[in-house]
Protein backbone atom coordinates (compact mmCIF):
# COMPACT_ATOMS: atom_id res chain seq x y z
CA UNK A 1 0.00 0.00 0.00
CA UNK A 2 1.34 3.01 -0.47
CA UNK A 3 0.05 7.12 0.16
CA UNK A 4 0.57 9.06 -3.01
CA UNK A 5 -0.25 12.76 -2.67
CA UNK A 6 -1.72 14.31 -5.64
CA UNK A 7 -2.15 17.24 -7.42
CA UNK A 8 -4.08 18.78 -9.74
CA UNK A 9 -1.68 19.79 -12.90
CA UNK A 10 -3.40 23.78 -11.97
CA UNK A 11 -5.83 24.58 -9.77
CA UNK A 12 -7.62 25.03 -12.70
CA UNK A 13 -8.58 21.33 -13.78
CA UNK A 14 -11.07 19.70 -12.86
CA UNK A 15 -11.13 16.79 -10.16
CA UNK A 16 -12.47 14.53 -13.11
CA UNK A 17 -9.44 15.91 -15.10
CA UNK A 18 -7.44 14.52 -12.46
CA UNK A 19 -8.88 11.26 -11.50
CA UNK A 20 -8.65 10.63 -15.64
CA UNK A 21 -4.85 11.65 -15.59
CA UNK A 22 -4.67 8.77 -12.85
CA UNK A 23 -6.74 6.27 -14.22
CA UNK A 24 -4.90 6.78 -17.49
CA UNK A 25 -1.42 6.47 -16.24
CA UNK A 26 -2.74 3.46 -13.31
CA UNK A 27 -3.61 0.64 -15.43
CA UNK A 28 -0.79 -1.59 -13.13
CA UNK A 29 -2.03 0.41 -10.25
CA UNK A 30 -5.44 -0.57 -8.88
CA UNK A 31 -7.57 2.16 -7.34
CA UNK A 32 -8.50 0.37 -3.88
CA UNK A 33 -10.54 2.92 -2.33
CA UNK A 34 -11.26 6.54 -3.30
CA UNK A 35 -11.75 9.28 -1.05
CA UNK A 36 -13.61 12.37 -1.91
CA UNK A 37 -11.92 15.00 -3.49
CA UNK A 38 -10.50 18.04 -1.06
CA UNK A 39 -10.05 21.03 -2.96
CA UNK A 40 -8.52 22.98 -0.07
CA UNK A 41 -6.25 25.90 -1.63
CA UNK A 42 -3.58 24.09 -4.12
CA UNK A 43 -4.47 20.29 -2.93
CA UNK A 44 -6.96 19.53 -4.68
CA UNK A 45 -6.67 16.19 -3.53
CA UNK A 46 -4.85 14.81 -0.71
CA UNK A 47 -4.07 11.52 0.89
CA UNK A 48 -5.61 9.19 -2.12
CA UNK A 49 -4.45 5.33 -1.15
CA UNK A 50 -3.86 3.24 -3.98
CA UNK A 51 -3.32 -0.28 -3.70
CA UNK A 52 -0.10 -1.45 -5.66
CA UNK A 53 -0.92 -4.72 -6.04
CA UNK A 54 1.93 -6.60 -7.12
CA UNK A 55 4.10 -3.67 -7.90
CA UNK A 56 7.27 -2.75 -6.41
CA UNK A 57 7.99 1.64 -5.14
CA UNK A 58 10.14 2.15 -8.04
CA UNK A 59 7.36 0.88 -10.79
CA UNK A 60 5.04 3.32 -8.56
CA UNK A 61 7.53 5.88 -9.22
CA UNK A 62 8.02 4.93 -12.53
CA UNK A 63 4.73 4.95 -13.59
CA UNK A 64 3.68 8.20 -11.64
CA UNK A 65 6.21 10.11 -13.55
CA UNK A 66 4.44 9.78 -17.13
CA UNK A 67 1.77 13.23 -15.40
CA UNK A 68 3.46 15.63 -13.47
CA UNK A 69 0.37 16.07 -11.34
CA UNK A 70 1.88 12.78 -9.39
CA UNK A 71 5.19 13.59 -7.12
CA UNK A 72 6.57 10.43 -5.96
CA UNK A 73 9.95 9.53 -5.68
CA UNK A 74 10.90 5.67 -6.16
CA UNK A 75 10.73 5.15 -2.67
CA UNK A 76 6.81 5.81 -3.16
CA UNK A 77 7.41 8.46 -1.06
CA UNK A 78 5.13 12.31 -2.08
CA UNK A 79 8.05 14.83 -2.61
CA UNK A 80 8.11 18.48 -3.61
CA UNK A 81 7.19 18.49 -7.57
CA UNK A 82 8.81 20.93 -9.76
CA UNK A 83 5.38 21.93 -10.37
CA UNK A 84 4.34 22.55 -6.89
CA UNK A 85 7.64 24.71 -6.87
CA UNK A 86 6.99 27.16 -9.80
CA UNK A 87 3.47 27.10 -8.34
CA UNK A 88 4.75 28.67 -5.68
CA UNK A 89 6.27 31.44 -7.82
CA UNK A 90 2.44 31.92 -9.62
CA UNK A 91 1.26 32.50 -6.14
CA UNK A 92 4.31 35.12 -4.97
CA UNK A 93 3.91 37.25 -8.33
CA UNK A 94 -0.57 37.04 -8.28
CA UNK A 95 0.23 38.43 -4.71
CA UNK A 96 2.46 40.98 -6.19
CA UNK A 97 -0.55 42.35 -8.68
CA UNK A 98 -3.10 41.97 -6.07
CA UNK A 99 -1.54 44.32 -3.79
CA UNK A 100 -0.60 46.71 -6.70
CA UNK A 101 -4.32 46.76 -8.04
CA UNK A 102 -5.40 47.35 -4.29
CA UNK A 103 -3.08 50.55 -3.65
CA UNK A 104 -2.91 51.59 -7.65
CA UNK A 105 0.33 53.51 -6.71
CA UNK A 106 3.48 52.59 -9.14
CA UNK A 107 5.25 49.40 -8.01
CA UNK A 108 8.49 49.99 -5.02
CA UNK A 109 11.45 49.96 -7.05
CA UNK A 110 14.71 50.33 -4.58
CA UNK A 111 15.85 53.19 -6.84
CA UNK A 112 13.59 54.85 -9.22
CA UNK A 113 14.69 55.34 -12.48
CA UNK A 114 14.94 59.43 -12.03
CA UNK A 115 17.42 59.98 -14.74
CA UNK A 116 14.82 58.14 -17.28
CA UNK A 117 12.11 61.13 -16.71
CA UNK A 118 14.41 63.72 -17.62
CA UNK A 119 13.12 65.09 -21.12
CA UNK A 120 16.29 64.39 -22.93
CA UNK A 121 16.10 60.74 -21.86
CA UNK A 122 12.63 60.70 -22.53
CA UNK A 123 13.59 60.90 -26.13
CA UNK A 124 16.09 58.13 -25.86
CA UNK A 125 13.29 56.03 -23.97
CA UNK A 126 11.54 56.67 -27.27
CA UNK A 127 14.19 55.12 -29.59
CA UNK A 128 14.69 52.87 -26.90
CA UNK A 129 11.35 51.65 -27.55
CA UNK A 130 11.68 51.71 -31.25
CA UNK A 131 14.88 49.91 -31.55
CA UNK A 132 13.12 47.26 -29.09
CA UNK A 133 10.13 46.87 -31.97
CA UNK A 134 12.42 46.78 -34.61
CA UNK A 135 14.13 43.69 -32.73
CA UNK A 136 10.69 41.85 -32.09
CA UNK A 137 9.94 42.80 -36.09
CA UNK A 138 12.74 41.33 -36.94
CA UNK A 139 12.56 38.00 -35.00
CA UNK A 140 9.49 37.02 -34.52
CA UNK A 141 6.87 38.86 -36.91
CA UNK A 142 3.84 37.38 -35.91
CA UNK A 143 4.41 38.15 -32.16
CA UNK A 144 4.98 41.74 -33.79
CA UNK A 145 2.00 41.96 -35.61
CA UNK A 146 -0.17 40.86 -32.57
CA UNK A 147 1.31 42.92 -30.11
CA UNK A 148 0.39 46.13 -32.61
CA UNK A 149 -3.00 45.25 -31.75
CA UNK A 150 -2.36 46.53 -28.18
CA UNK A 151 -1.92 49.68 -26.34
CA UNK A 152 0.81 51.84 -26.88
CA UNK A 153 2.43 51.44 -23.39
CA UNK A 154 1.38 47.73 -23.20
CA UNK A 155 2.81 47.11 -26.58
CA UNK A 156 6.19 49.04 -26.15
CA UNK A 157 6.48 46.77 -22.48
CA UNK A 158 6.33 43.60 -24.22
CA UNK A 159 8.62 44.55 -26.69
CA UNK A 160 11.31 45.34 -24.07
CA UNK A 161 10.35 42.09 -22.08
CA UNK A 162 10.77 40.73 -25.40
CA UNK A 163 13.87 41.76 -26.31
CA UNK A 164 15.29 41.03 -22.77
CA UNK A 165 14.38 37.45 -23.26
CA UNK A 166 15.87 37.29 -26.86
CA UNK A 167 19.09 38.31 -25.25
CA UNK A 168 18.83 35.89 -22.67
CA UNK A 169 18.17 33.34 -24.97
CA UNK A 170 21.69 34.73 -27.33
CA UNK A 171 23.63 34.02 -24.70
CA UNK A 172 23.41 30.30 -24.73
CA UNK A 173 21.92 29.59 -28.20
CA UNK A 174 23.61 32.29 -30.13
CA UNK A 175 26.57 32.88 -32.10
CA UNK A 176 28.76 33.35 -29.37
CA UNK A 177 27.31 30.71 -26.90
CA UNK A 178 30.41 28.37 -27.25
CA UNK A 179 32.41 31.44 -25.11
CA UNK A 180 29.27 31.64 -22.69
CA UNK A 181 30.05 29.99 -19.23
CA UNK A 182 28.68 30.30 -16.20
CA UNK A 183 30.41 33.52 -14.59
CA UNK A 184 29.03 35.54 -17.49
CA UNK A 185 25.53 34.48 -16.86
CA UNK A 186 26.25 35.28 -13.25
CA UNK A 187 27.26 39.28 -14.58
CA UNK A 188 24.14 38.89 -17.14
CA UNK A 189 21.97 38.82 -13.63
CA UNK A 190 23.74 41.56 -12.00
CA UNK A 191 22.94 43.84 -14.76
CA UNK A 192 19.14 42.51 -14.76
CA UNK A 193 19.32 43.39 -10.72
CA UNK A 194 20.95 47.17 -11.54
CA UNK A 195 18.02 47.66 -14.55
CA UNK A 196 15.50 46.52 -11.97
CA UNK A 197 17.25 49.51 -9.49
CA UNK A 198 16.84 51.82 -12.18
CA UNK A 199 20.56 51.92 -13.30
CA UNK A 200 20.04 50.56 -17.07
CA UNK A 201 23.52 49.73 -18.85
CA UNK A 202 22.10 50.28 -22.31
CA UNK A 203 19.31 51.72 -24.18
CA UNK A 204 17.03 48.00 -24.38
CA UNK A 205 17.86 47.84 -20.77
CA UNK A 206 17.08 51.07 -20.07
CA UNK A 207 13.32 50.35 -22.03
CA UNK A 208 13.28 47.46 -19.67
CA UNK A 209 13.75 49.38 -16.44
CA UNK A 210 11.25 52.03 -17.99
CA UNK A 211 8.79 48.88 -18.46
CA UNK A 212 9.06 47.66 -14.91
CA UNK A 213 8.57 50.99 -13.63
CA UNK A 214 5.36 51.40 -14.62
CA UNK A 215 4.00 48.26 -14.59
CA UNK A 216 3.99 45.52 -11.78
CA UNK A 217 6.61 42.92 -12.79
CA UNK A 218 8.90 41.21 -10.42
CA UNK A 219 12.30 40.31 -10.83
CA UNK A 220 11.93 36.38 -10.09
CA UNK A 221 10.63 35.68 -13.32
CA UNK A 222 13.51 36.95 -15.32
CA UNK A 223 16.26 35.48 -12.89
CA UNK A 224 14.32 31.96 -13.48
CA UNK A 225 14.85 32.51 -17.25
CA UNK A 226 18.76 33.17 -16.51
CA UNK A 227 18.80 30.01 -14.01
CA UNK A 228 17.28 27.98 -17.29
CA UNK A 229 20.57 29.11 -19.20
CA UNK A 230 22.93 28.19 -16.62
CA UNK A 231 20.99 24.56 -16.51
CA UNK A 232 20.95 24.45 -20.62
CA UNK A 233 24.77 24.93 -19.69
CA UNK A 234 25.20 22.03 -18.15
CA UNK A 235 22.66 19.70 -18.72
CA UNK A 236 22.11 17.76 -22.36
CA UNK A 237 19.35 15.33 -20.86
CA UNK A 238 15.86 15.35 -18.52
CA UNK A 239 15.83 12.31 -16.30
CA UNK A 240 11.46 12.68 -16.71
CA UNK A 241 8.74 14.65 -16.94
CA UNK A 242 9.47 16.87 -13.37
CA UNK A 243 13.08 18.13 -14.44
CA UNK A 244 11.94 18.97 -18.04
CA UNK A 245 9.29 20.45 -16.24
CA UNK A 246 11.33 22.99 -14.82
CA UNK A 247 13.20 23.58 -17.74
CA UNK A 248 9.91 24.29 -19.63
CA UNK A 249 9.02 26.71 -16.90
CA UNK A 250 12.99 28.36 -16.65
CA UNK A 251 12.65 29.26 -20.52
CA UNK A 252 9.36 30.06 -21.00
CA UNK A 253 6.83 29.14 -18.55
CA UNK A 254 8.56 32.76 -16.99
CA UNK A 255 8.11 34.79 -20.04
CA UNK A 256 4.19 33.83 -19.40
CA UNK A 257 4.57 35.29 -15.68
CA UNK A 258 6.38 38.37 -17.11
CA UNK A 259 3.91 38.92 -19.76
CA UNK A 260 0.33 38.68 -17.07
CA UNK A 261 1.38 42.37 -15.36
CA UNK A 262 1.39 43.88 -18.89
CA UNK A 263 -1.48 42.58 -20.67
CA UNK A 264 -3.78 43.20 -17.75
CA UNK A 265 -6.59 41.08 -16.56
CA UNK A 266 -9.98 42.24 -17.74
CA UNK A 267 -12.00 44.67 -15.39
CA UNK A 268 -14.98 42.20 -15.26
CA UNK A 269 -13.26 39.33 -14.91
CA UNK A 270 -14.25 36.63 -12.12
CA UNK A 271 -11.11 34.66 -12.08
CA UNK A 272 -8.70 34.57 -9.69
CA UNK A 273 -5.30 36.42 -10.37
CA UNK A 274 -3.82 33.01 -9.31
CA UNK A 275 -5.40 31.16 -12.08
CA UNK A 276 -4.92 33.77 -14.89
CA UNK A 277 -0.84 33.42 -13.93
CA UNK A 278 -1.43 29.78 -14.00
CA UNK A 279 -2.95 29.87 -17.38
CA UNK A 280 -0.17 32.30 -18.49
CA UNK A 281 2.33 29.56 -17.25
CA UNK A 282 0.72 26.48 -18.79
CA UNK A 283 1.01 28.39 -22.11
CA UNK A 284 4.58 29.03 -21.58
CA UNK A 285 4.89 25.52 -20.78
CA UNK A 286 2.77 24.31 -24.04
CA UNK A 287 4.91 26.38 -26.11
CA UNK A 288 8.17 25.25 -25.18
CA UNK A 289 7.06 21.82 -25.09
CA UNK A 290 5.73 22.42 -28.80
CA UNK A 291 9.03 23.63 -29.57
CA UNK A 292 10.88 20.31 -28.30
CA UNK A 293 8.54 17.99 -30.13
CA UNK A 294 9.45 20.24 -33.48
CA UNK A 295 13.05 20.22 -33.22
CA UNK A 296 13.43 17.03 -32.13
CA UNK A 297 16.04 15.78 -34.84
CA UNK A 298 17.71 19.71 -34.95
CA UNK A 299 18.29 19.03 -30.85
CA UNK A 300 19.75 15.67 -31.51
CA UNK A 301 22.32 17.01 -33.97
CA UNK A 302 24.01 19.49 -30.81
CA UNK A 303 23.79 16.40 -28.86
CA UNK A 304 20.94 17.13 -27.37
CA UNK A 305 17.51 15.02 -26.35
CA UNK A 306 15.42 17.04 -24.17
CA UNK A 307 12.15 14.40 -23.96
CA UNK A 308 12.47 12.49 -20.55
CA UNK A 309 14.74 9.74 -20.46
CA UNK A 310 12.24 7.83 -18.80
CA UNK A 311 9.52 7.94 -20.70
CA UNK A 312 11.49 6.65 -23.80
CA UNK A 313 12.77 4.01 -21.68
CA UNK A 314 8.84 3.30 -21.09
CA UNK A 315 8.06 3.16 -25.10
CA UNK A 316 11.19 1.12 -25.78
CA UNK A 317 13.62 4.10 -27.40
CA UNK A 318 17.09 5.04 -26.39
CA UNK A 319 19.22 8.07 -27.35
CA UNK A 320 20.93 5.83 -30.18
CA UNK A 321 17.31 5.28 -31.96
CA UNK A 322 16.83 9.22 -31.77
CA UNK A 323 20.26 9.66 -33.08
CA UNK A 324 19.47 7.61 -36.05
CA UNK A 325 16.21 9.22 -36.42
CA UNK A 326 13.48 6.20 -38.15
CA UNK A 327 9.93 6.55 -37.45
CA UNK A 328 8.83 3.58 -36.06
CA UNK A 329 5.60 2.82 -34.79
CA UNK A 330 7.53 2.85 -30.81
CA UNK A 331 8.28 6.18 -31.99
CA UNK A 332 4.76 7.60 -33.00
CA UNK A 333 2.95 6.05 -30.38
CA UNK A 334 5.48 7.81 -28.18
CA UNK A 335 4.99 10.96 -30.47
CA UNK A 336 1.42 10.42 -29.46
CA UNK A 337 1.71 10.34 -25.98
CA UNK A 338 3.61 13.28 -26.14
CA UNK A 339 1.89 16.01 -28.52
CA UNK A 340 -1.35 14.79 -25.71
CA UNK A 341 0.09 15.79 -22.82
CA UNK A 342 1.42 19.62 -24.83
CA UNK A 343 -1.99 20.02 -25.35
CA UNK A 344 -3.04 19.95 -22.23
CA UNK A 345 -1.08 22.60 -21.47
CA UNK A 346 -2.68 24.54 -24.70
CA UNK A 347 -6.22 23.79 -22.72
CA UNK A 348 -5.15 24.99 -19.59
CA UNK A 349 -3.89 28.09 -21.09
CA UNK A 350 -7.28 28.90 -23.19
CA UNK A 351 -9.44 29.09 -19.91
CA UNK A 352 -6.86 31.77 -19.02
CA UNK A 353 -6.96 33.95 -22.16
CA UNK A 354 -10.44 35.02 -21.80
CA UNK A 355 -9.44 36.63 -18.78
CA UNK A 356 -7.02 39.14 -20.11
CA UNK A 357 -8.35 42.64 -20.80
CA UNK A 358 -9.84 42.58 -24.31
CA UNK A 359 -7.18 44.53 -26.25
CA UNK A 360 -4.49 41.62 -25.00
CA UNK A 361 -6.77 38.71 -26.07
CA UNK A 362 -6.06 38.65 -29.52
CA UNK A 363 -2.67 38.34 -29.42
CA UNK A 364 -2.74 35.89 -27.41
CA UNK A 365 -5.07 33.69 -29.35
CA UNK A 366 -3.36 33.98 -32.46
CA UNK A 367 -0.46 32.80 -30.72
CA UNK A 368 -1.52 30.18 -28.97
CA UNK A 369 -3.22 29.15 -31.69
CA UNK A 370 -0.58 29.60 -34.24
CA UNK A 371 1.68 27.47 -31.76
CA UNK A 372 -0.66 24.66 -31.32
CA UNK A 373 -1.00 23.82 -34.59
CA UNK A 374 2.39 23.25 -34.97
CA UNK A 375 1.64 20.01 -33.47
CA UNK A 376 -0.91 19.17 -35.57
CA UNK A 377 2.17 19.22 -38.53
CA UNK A 378 3.88 16.94 -36.65
CA UNK A 379 1.19 14.77 -37.01
CA UNK A 380 1.11 15.30 -40.68
CA UNK A 381 4.38 14.55 -40.98
CA UNK A 382 3.51 10.97 -39.76
CA UNK A 383 5.78 11.81 -36.53
CA UNK A 384 8.73 12.41 -38.86
CA UNK A 385 10.35 15.38 -36.52
CA UNK A 386 13.81 13.96 -37.35
CA UNK A 387 14.40 15.36 -40.80
CA UNK A 388 10.85 17.32 -41.16
CA UNK A 389 10.40 20.51 -39.45
CA UNK A 390 6.56 21.01 -38.90
CA UNK A 391 5.66 24.12 -40.92
CA UNK A 392 2.80 26.24 -40.46
CA UNK A 393 1.90 27.48 -43.65
CA UNK A 394 0.77 30.99 -44.51
CA UNK A 395 -2.65 30.39 -45.39
CA UNK A 396 -3.38 28.31 -41.76
CA UNK A 397 -1.92 31.58 -40.44
CA UNK A 398 -3.65 34.13 -41.80
CA UNK A 399 -6.79 31.95 -40.96
CA UNK A 400 -5.36 31.62 -37.25
CA UNK A 401 -5.81 35.36 -37.16
CA UNK A 402 -9.44 36.02 -37.79
CA UNK A 403 -10.59 33.14 -35.59
CA UNK A 404 -8.79 34.40 -32.69
CA UNK A 405 -10.45 37.76 -32.96
CA UNK A 406 -13.49 36.02 -33.22
CA UNK A 407 -12.16 34.43 -29.56
CA UNK A 408 -10.96 37.23 -28.20
CA UNK A 409 -14.72 39.14 -28.56
CA UNK A 410 -16.01 36.08 -26.29
CA UNK A 411 -16.97 37.24 -22.19
CA UNK A 412 -14.08 36.09 -19.86
CA UNK A 413 -15.15 32.66 -18.86
CA UNK A 414 -15.33 33.51 -15.42
CA UNK A 415 -18.49 35.89 -15.93
CA UNK A 416 -20.30 32.96 -18.37
CA UNK A 417 -20.19 30.87 -15.76
CA UNK A 418 -21.28 33.55 -13.07
CA UNK A 419 -24.37 34.26 -15.16
CA UNK A 420 -25.57 30.72 -15.91
C1 LIG B 1 -2.66 32.76 -21.38
C2 LIG B 1 -2.46 33.99 -20.60
C3 LIG B 1 -3.37 34.21 -19.44
C4 LIG B 1 -1.51 34.92 -20.85
C5 LIG B 1 -0.54 34.87 -21.93
C6 LIG B 1 0.89 34.90 -21.41
C7 LIG B 1 1.88 34.66 -22.52
C8 LIG B 1 2.17 35.75 -23.47
C9 LIG B 1 2.50 33.44 -22.62
C10 LIG B 1 3.41 33.07 -23.71
C11 LIG B 1 4.75 32.74 -23.24
C12 LIG B 1 5.74 32.56 -24.37
C13 LIG B 1 5.62 33.36 -25.62
C14 LIG B 1 6.77 31.72 -24.19
C15 LIG B 1 7.87 31.52 -25.14
C16 LIG B 1 7.70 30.15 -25.74
C17 LIG B 1 8.56 29.74 -26.89
C18 LIG B 1 8.83 28.31 -27.01
C19 LIG B 1 9.01 30.58 -27.79
C20 LIG B 1 9.81 30.10 -28.94
O1 LIG B 1 10.66 31.11 -29.30
P1 LIG B 1 11.58 30.92 -30.58
O2 LIG B 1 12.66 29.94 -30.27
O3 LIG B 1 11.96 32.27 -31.06
O4 LIG B 1 10.50 30.25 -31.52
P2 LIG B 1 10.63 29.70 -32.98
O5 LIG B 1 11.80 28.76 -32.99
O6 LIG B 1 9.30 28.98 -33.16
O7 LIG B 1 10.77 30.89 -33.86
Not at 221 to 238: Q, T, V
Not at 392 to 419: D, H, M, T, W
Amino acid sequence: MAIILVRAASPGLSDAHVHGSLLQCSSPLQLKRRVPPRSSGRWMLCSLRYACLGLDPGEIGRTSAVYSSLAVNPAGEAVVSSEQKVYDVVLKQAALLKRQLRSQTPPVLDVRPQQLDMPRNRLNLKEAYARCGDICEEYAKTFYLGTLLMTEERRRAIWAIYVWCRRTDELVDGPNANYITPTALDRWEKRLEDLFAGRPYDMLDAALSDTISRFPIDIQPFRDMIEGMRSDLRKARYKNFDELYMYCYYVAGTVGLMSVPVMGIAPESKATTESVYSAALALGIANQLTNILRDVGEDARRGRIYLPQDELAQAGLSDEDIFNGVVTNRWRNFMKQQIKRARMFFEEAERGVTELSQASRWPVWASLLLYRQILDEVEANDYNNFTKRAYVGKGKKLLALPVAYGKSLLLPVSLRNSQT
